[in-house]
């Protein structure tokens, strides 16, 4: 349960710092890992 919670804070950190196309793609690739992870231990 706990994860989700540090999941959302680093999707708040990273999504509030995401001004460039180089972070926001980084951001994407990471956001779709963590989601399959999560998927996965569900």
């Not at 509030?16 to 231990?41: A, C, E, H, P, Q």
């Amino acid at each position: 349960m706990y994860k989700t919670y540090i999941y959302i804070y680093i999707y708040i950190y990273i999504y509030s710092k995401g001004t460039s196309n180089i972070i926001n793609y980084i951001w994407r690739f990471v956001d779709y890992y963590l989601k399959y992870l999560i998927f996965l231990r569900s």
